[in-house]
């Protein structure tokens, strides 16, 4: 079967969705042909880790979704971020940064800056705040985004632009200030596996005899996973036979070279998710992995290789744990609701629409897109890690004023 035809059948499953242009299909083409040739190579008889192909699929140089340079966030993309949504949104980190930037001085660090649309937004709000950092790092791997940020903040906000500055990994120590992550953790690799009548087994891919990409079973389990499910923590956990669902051990090491780079200051972790007890419920026993591909959500992660984003919910309990093991403090845990209500969200949009009708009402339902609970409100979350804060500004922040969750994870 042609390459093209099998897309337009999978674009045929996925329904209401556009045909990618002949340009990526071609490009998705060579990456489900690199994948192919990875399975092929296998000698061991076992499908290829998902955690693998997951890698692949969204980070393969020049091939992967974030690799390559079609446009993902916006209307024109495959999915919206809270930033594009409202700048408010962003003037509300903003609020929480300059309580933790009088206090350390220093910079701020964002992972990922998508767009570049949240690092204008925040230090427009820190320059009314008279409380700009030094510096504006953006750690981002997609060379196209990166490309993206630098033409949009230069000319956006030129007279800002000289503080900002991209670095292709985090500085090795001594950072000082903050640490923005907006939706990092759920875009890594995972690791699937199936609960068995003979116990855990990863779960990998392998090519159908039709040529599509399957799931398969393995009959092991790694070692990495083997010792995952011989923590104490999880031993506590019931998975029934036939339940699947998905590990991140990646985040485990990033976090720590999170608290290895920060001497003090505050890191923001923002992501949809939920802590174990309800992230691993029994009737949760397919995963949480889901793709986007042109505002268009569904389960098909084998589909349009290269073309969709894919994710999985965020373990804040994982998180708080990865943070203790790396000698960072868990200050603060919420929704995104609270948090950006806390942060003064609700009063900035009213001081910013106060005269025009029209503007208040365009601002009163990015609001509401961004903080009710049937929205973004409930189903986003942020954790607040730090490292040798006050003790007076840690039981503070402003983001958890209103309600802090740390209790649940």
């Known amino acids: 079967m042609l390459y093209a035809d099998r897309i337009r059948q999978q674009i045929q499953v ?41 890698e692949q699929l969204l980070h393969s140089p020049g091939l992967g979704y974030y690799s390559a340079g079609a446009l993902k966030i916006g209307a024109a993309g495959d999915f919206v971020t809270a930033p594009e949504i409202s700048a408010f ?55 196209d985004l990166k490309q993206r940020q630098q033409i949009k903040l230069q000319a956006e906000i030129p007279h800002l632009f000289p503080l900002i500055s991209w670095l292709d990994q985090l500085p090795d120590e001594g950072f000082k200030g903050v640490i923005l992550a907006n939706e990092v953790i759920d875009a890594m690799p995972v690791h699937l596996f199936e609960m068995t009548a003979n116990g855990p087994k990863d779960v990998g891919v392998v090519k159908a005899v039709d040529g599509e990409l399957e799931f398969q079973t ?110 960072l403090s868990v200050s603060g845990y919420t929704n995104q609701a609270s948090f950006l209500s806390g942060c003064g969200i609700l009063q900035l949009a009213e001081a910013a629409a106060a005269d025009d009708l029209d503007k208040q009402m365009q601002i009163a339902q990015q609001i509401r897109t961004l903080i009710m609970p049937d929205e973004m409100g409930e189903m986003f979350k942020i954790i607040a890690l730090t490292q040798d804060l006050p003790l007076e500004l840690t039981s503070h922040l402003q983001g958890f004023s209103l309600s802090d969750l740390r209790h649940a994870l």
């Open 14 to 54: 996925l329904g209401n969705v556009p045909m990618p242009s002949n340009e990526a299909i071609e490009h998705s083409e060579q990456l489900y042909l690199q994948l192919i040739d990875q399975l092929g190579d296998r000698s061991d008889n076992q499908p290829l880790p998902f955690v693998e192909v997951m």
């Open 89 to 143: 949104y962003g003037f509300a980190l903003a609020n929480q940064c300059a309580e933790v930037l009088k206090v350390t001085s220093g910079s701020i660090l964002e992972f990922g800056a998508g767009l570049g649309t949240l690092a204008k937004d925040v230090l427009v709000q820190l320059e009314k705040l008279q409380c700009l950092p030094e510096h504006y790092y953006i750690v981002e791997i997609s060379a």
């Open 218 to 327: 393995s009959t092991e389990l790694s070692n990495e996973m083997a010792q995952w499910f011989a923590r104490d923590e999880i031993q506590q956990l019931h998975f029934p036979e036939g339940y699947i669902s998905e590990v991140n051990l990646i985040m485990e090491s990033w976090i720590k070279a999170l608290g290895d780079c920060l001497s003090q200051g505050l890191i923001l972790l923002i992501d949809y998710g939920y802590p174990r007890h309800e992230y691993y419920l029994e009737e949760r026993n397919q995963g949480s992995l889901i793709c986007h591909y042109r505002h268009h959500s569904h389960d098909k992660v084998l589909y349009l290789a290269g073309l969709q984003d894919i994710t999985a919910h965020v373990d804040f309990t994982a998180v708080a744990e990865a943070a203790f093991e790396s000698g």
